[in-house]
């Protein structure tokens, strides 16, 4: 089975602010790498497919690189809103797995 | 509106079942593959199940293998899963989600507490 290793478990940031959060996988994924962004209470929202498809709706200022088993989700500059619980997933193969979530706290 | 809907949580003694429910709605569920993923309270999200469009092709986290059953009824435009022998560690949020990376809709879940 693939391990995802999710990098910091949280972060504090101010708005305005570029974050960089991290996914290594444990063995090569391509790009099938995704993530989701998830507010307190409510369902994860998909950002990025295919480790760095924007999905229709999501803000330019997300983005996402890499492919193989190091991936990055870069906000360049913080929003208010943007504050949440961040998770990777590979779907290269089953069983799936998340990372263990990074939440993004304001400073 | 593009929707899923899931129903069935509650709460169940261990060693009970459990069947969730997933109403589509808006869009033509036939046509996509579906999962279940849950979150336990305050942790992570966990993947559960998975099944292709037509039903043929399933796949189970290795934790709810043998105990939980994914299915589908496209005449329905319902998903379901079957819960037996349930453990307090079965307690989460349960979601579903459309397509086969989750990056089409998910429902706002339902609870299900094993106590």
């Known amino acids: 089975d693939i391990q995802m290793t999710q990098s910091p478990s949280s972060l504090s940031a101010s708005v305005g602010d570029r974050v960089t959060i991290t996914c290594r996988a444990s063995q090569g994924i391509s790009n099938y790498l995704a993530w989701f962004q998830q507010k307190p209470g409510e369902a994860p929202k998909s950002l990025i497919y295919?480790?760095?498809g924007l999905q229709s709706g999501v803000p330019s200022r997300f983005s996402g690189s890499g492919s193989g088993t190091d991936f990055t989700l870069t906000i360049s500059s913080l929003q208010p809103e943007d504050f949440a619980t961040y998770y990777c997933l590979q779907y290269n193969s089953y069983p799936y797995s998340f990372g263990q979530g990074t939440k993004l706290e304001i400073k | 509106e593009v929707q899923l809907v899931e129903s069935g949580g509650g709460l169940v003694q261990p060693g009970g079942s459990l069947r969730l429910s997933c109403a589509a709605s808006?869009?033509?569920?036939?046509?996509?593959?579906m999962n279940w993923v849950r979150q336990a309270p305050g942790k992570g999200l966990e993947w559960v199940s998975y099944?292709?469009?037509?039903?043929?092709?399933?796949y189970y986290a290795d934790s709810v293998k043998g105990r939980f059953t994914i299915s589908r009824d496209n005449a329905k435009n319902s998903l379901y899963l079957q819960m037996n022998s349930l453990r307090a560690e079965d307690t989460a949020v349960y979601y579903c989600?459309?397509?086969?990376?989750?990056?089409?809709?998910w429902g706002k879940g339902t609870t299900v507490t094993v106590s």
């Open positions: 808006g869009f033509t569920f036939s046509f996509y593959e």
């Open positions: 295919a480790a760095s």
């Open positions: 989600a459309r397509d086969k990376a989750m990056g089409g809709v």
């Open positions: 099944i292709s469009s037509d039903g043929t092709t399933i």
